[in-house]
């Protein structure tokens, strides 16, 4: 299928990739690595007047250690992402779920601030940097502003970005060797590059959860009772609290309800060394 | 409407150049702008794998990059592969596609033999698993896969025979504990 | 030495891994220089009238030469397959109203490609929408009509006039039965459809497409559009898989055809995949009801089988293929008493035909299902009863209460060959032990007996065979290879004969100027006859060689012999004597023969696999551990090539069982039209396979060959799926439709446990 067309820019800065989403507003679309923007326009479900393209901004390509975070640029491919030495010490979370993330041409092209600012509640990454308490860092002409990424998502694809701003840079806590209660992600598919029917991301005794909602969720009710000492089991039997998982062909509620418990059981249990 | 834009992307080592639309995808600029056919369509969410070619050296598919998004790099479909090996014999993935018979109508071939070269340029020691799992975005409806992995072994310079016992060993141990290869015959 | 039987690499492959082989989306030939894009407009409604077609902005809009609504064709709406109800015609753009989702409304021609999808959008049609009948039990009540006019949606009957023998099951001490389903697959060929057609100034047309048969192709164009046969040339391409779905014409090839008449420029289209998940036929969409009767100590009497199944929206060949299943049912049991029925009706989804397998693999997942049941009922280990059940080895050849007669077969053995291979025993050991312990991982075991017929479609297939004097070999083959490696086969089978190498051998096909006659590549046919053929052909060849050496060298024909090392004729015993390569025959007059093989029989291939899966108790996720596949069909040509069709065989089967199936919405809308949605399977979800080699000739032909290009998807799907629910048996589940999804398994898991309590 082939997108209805467009005008196209590659501007060569930020500054100017920002002056052009000022000037042309809600007719233009940032294009990164292309792989949550191009699949809808193919089947014209999206028909932006102009694309502009970020993917070569070096600018936003780094993966490093910045105070008591680890801040990785924006354009950071999911493949990036899987090999980053600094992340495999720091947040070892990131990169063993960016390893899940579709496939590996997927992972050679999509990047990190594409996935989030697309805000699918089955993309993987957005609940990894949930569980992690990231920080998203959005530019406009405006200047910068961080919003934790708790406060960051509002619905199905969409979030507290305006339309004027871009993602720049994911901050997240560097964890290493402080994590008290280790790490996990589990990922239920019927196959192995599709979307999550639901997956678990557990970091230091917080739970993102995938695909269990018109957001990435954060299961509350197991982290306040893992808090209060309850067992993984109990706690995890709270998983699907104040969710509202969808129903498509691989699921209904009922049944993602039942595998968040599960996930967030082994999650819980691999976390723990367990 | 849209304006057009000037592209050069060097294909298969030698640059080419044209003005395009900017929605013109890549794989459309290979097959139709340049007039390598080999690189194929298999479907339009990104699933199939077959347009697969190697942009920069990394395997990407080529229905969901635009032509412009290439501009100034590199791309390498099946029919340069042979460029990439020394004094232009078939490389060694193409020689093992065709001794493990690892394709039957073909459609799926050449993104997979290029998925299959970028996997092992990334994991040079695969186990079987290792090769199903980075294999996992390219379809294939002919062969199960079967020969597929066992083409992919022996480019990375290993006993398909042997990684597949050793696989099927190791799912033995797992499956039946009691009774795996190791202790059956005690 | 002989070459047949050996491990040979593919001739194709050197061309496929180099430059990639030329489909019919790839073609550039000269003839299509300045070919129109063709674009289709296609329903979005399952079932709705239109009341209105405007294409007045999208003929003006960029690039566009003509846009065509169904009353701008001048072509009356037509049947499409003569063995369904022949009321239920398929008009070429649906004018009144359409009747699935993704039928084509109109056309538009477009200079460049990428203007087609940019025009298509500007075609506006007003619907006025009805209430759509998916349900196939719904659709049998007639509630719903499709073609008002006919006033049935039954398409076809098969026994369903037959009493139903009231005292089937007299005498059983056990009788057990249960409703399944076969659910609707897409064969999903890598390749989508494509075709393009160029009218030449003799009047004739020259179509190009992807197809499985040429000649069949050719026929059906013809007819569709009125045209004397010898009017239309079909050319076949290198073809990227066809599964069953590939089988003679589509509509919208002859749609192409038509277009670039009307139109006077050559046309060309190859759809999208998206298009191709709607527009492509669609295999199986049975549900059937299975009883069987029989004896506590196994012995099974009687058996029952009654179908409905789905046409789709237009009768294709689906309409016939519940015949297959019925002639199929009691598979490779000796059973006393059999009654089977099949209904087939409309509903408003994507036409039904065939599918790898095509009517067989529903016989076999049935029966298979049947007798996991009446094990389950008896507490006996479905594998024994399986053994006390099969057609013994000294019955062959054995007339089935199917009506077919079996050639050849010893199915216990095969069975035994499977368990053996997969350690069947210790196995059921460690499944026992993993319920004593409460594993969260249950081990299923699944053991599938089958028998299935190939080359039921045509008998006969025709062959050339030629050597050049520059000692290179010309076949010509009627079958249509799409992956399976005729050009490599059939040069072995020549090259037998001849002595002349592979690579010297040009086995070409899929052109019907230059082969007329052919029955084409489907139902696992193309060996038993057509391959045959050559081989007879080049027998044939021998003998014209040594009548016209005879008289050169002097000799008497009966001491001529053929020096394979030379391809040469030579007198037998006299080394040093003169002789006369093929070549040099060839020189001096035309060396070629044409014959015809006919088999005259089908053939009856057969085997056993042992599926071994562990169920993720809490999850419901399935993984299929091994798959141990016996498949007999005969003796091998090359191992290579056989293996290599049982292998994707055996994953499309395994597939069914655990992840394919098209869902439709209950107002016809398709949850599964992109390869996103569709569960068709990567390396990731499938193990590798282990294959045990048997081998029973069949008395049929002189080589003994019978097919093998559908066993594996036959044999898998039962295992498999009898694998899951075994794994589950202890808990009281006793069958899961297919797909066996994590959903499935899981929801039969709580019900089960409901059950209990």
Known sequence: ?274 | ?186 | MSILGTRVVRTEDPVFLTRGATYTDDLTDERLTGALHLTLVRSPLAHARITAIDVEAARQAPGVVAVYTGADLGLDPVVLFPGANKGMKRPWLATEKVRFVGEPVAAVLTEELYQGPDAAELVEIDYDPLPAVIDLRAAATDEVLLFEDVGTNTAAGHGVDDEPAADLFDGCEVVVGHEIVNQRLAAAPLETRAAAAVWGSDGRVTVFCSNQNAQGARDEIARWLGLDRDRVHVILPDVGGGFGAKIGADPEFALVAHLAKLSDRPVRWSESRSENMTGMLQGRAQRQTITIGGGRDGRVKAYRLDILADAGAYPRLGAFLPQFTRMMAPGTYDIERLDTRARVVVTNTTSIGAYRGAGRPEATAAIERAMDLFAAEIGMDPAEVRKCNVIAPDKFPFTSKGGVEYDSGEYAKAIDKALEAAGYAQLRAEQAARRERGDAKLLGLGVSSYVEITGGGAYAENASVEVHPDGTVTVLTGTSPHGQGHATAWAMLASEHLGVPIEKITVRHGDTDLIPRGSGTMGSRSLQTGGVAVYQAAGELVELAKQRAAELLEANVDDLEVDKERAAIVVRGAPGAKSVTFAQLAEQERLQVDTVWDGQKPSFPFGAHVAVVEVDRETGKVTVERLVAVDDAGPVLNPLLFDGQRHGGIAQGISQALLEEVVYDSEGQPLTATFADYGFPSAAELPSFDLVDMQTPTPINPLGYKGVGEAGTIGSTPAVQSAVVDALAHLGVRHIDMPTTPLRVWEAIQTAAKGAE
């Not at chain 2, 044209?18 to 013109?24: G, H, I, M």
């Not at chain 2, 479909?77 to 001794?99: D, I, K, Q, Y």
């Open chain 1, 1 to 274: 299928m082939i997108p209805v067309g467009f005008d196209y820019a590659r501007p060569d800065s930020v500054d100017a990739a920002l002056a052009l989403i000022a000037e042309h507003g809600e007719d233009a679309t940032i294009l990164a690595g292309g792989h949550s923007l191009l699949p809808v326009m193919k089947l014209r479900l999206a028909a932006p007047e102009l694309v502009i393209d970020i993917g070569r901004l070096t600018e936003l390509n780094y993966i490093r250690v910045d105070g008591d975070d680890v801040a990785i640029g924006a354009g950071s491919r999911h493949r990036e992402v899987e090999v980053s030495e600094v992340l495999a010490t720091e947040v070892p979370l990131l990169p063993a779920v960016a390893r899940t993330v579709g496939d590996p041409q997927v992972r050679h092209r999509g990047t990190i601030g594409g996935s989030l600012a697309h805000a699918d509640p089955a993309s993987d990454l957005p609940a990894a940097v949930l569980a992690l308490n990231g920080m998203v860092v959005l530019r406009s002409p405006r200047g910068e502003r961080s919003v934790p990424i708790t406060q960051f998502y509002t619905g199905v694809f969409s979030t507290v970005k305006e339309p004027d701003e871009l993602i720049v840079e994911i901050r997240v806590p560097r964890a290493g060797a402080q994590l008290s209660q280790g790490w996990a992600f589990e990922k239920f598919t019927r196959r192995a590059n599709d979307w999550a029917i639901v997956g678990v991301a557990v970091v230091d005794g917080r739970v993102g959860l995938v695909n269990m909602g018109s957001t990435p969720l954060r299961a509350s009710a197991t982290e306040a009772a893992l808090a209060d000492g309850a067992s993984i089991e109990d706690a995890a039997a709270l998983a699907d609290q104040a969710t509202d998982p969808p129903a498509d062909t691989a699921a209904t509620p009922q049944y993602r309800r039942h595998l968040a418990k599960v996930l967030t059981r082994r999650a819980l249990q691999t976390a723990s060394g367990g």
């Open chain 2, 1 to 186: 409407m849209s304006t057009r834009a000037k592209v050069e992307i060097t294909v298969n080592g030698r640059p080419t150049s044209a003005d395009v639309e900017p929605r013109l995808l890549l794989v459309h600029y290979l097959r139709d702008t340049v007039g390598l056919k080999a690189t194929n369509i298999g479907c339009d969410t990104t699933s199939c794998g077959a347009c697969t070619v190697l942009l920069d050296g990394e395997s990407v598919k080529s229905c969901t990059v635009l032509a412009v998004q290439a501009d100034q790099q590199s791309v390498t479909t099946l029919e340069g592969l042979a460029e990439l090996s020394p004094g232009g014999e078939p490389h060694p993935m193409v020689r093992a596609f065709r001794a493990e018979h690892g394709l039957q109508c073909g459609f799926c071939t050449p993104g997979m033999v290029l998925a299959a070269v970028s996997l092992l340029a990334e994991h040079p020691d695969p186990t079987e698993r290792d090769v199903r799992e980075g294999l996992e975005g390219n379809l294939c409806r002919c062969t199960g896969y079967h020969n597929i992995v066992r083409a992919v072994l022996s480019a990375a310079g290993k006993d398909p025979d042997a990684e597949q016992r050793r696989e099927a060993e190791s799912d033995a141990a797992r499956i039946a504990p009691a009774f795996s290869t190791g202790e059956a015959g005690a």
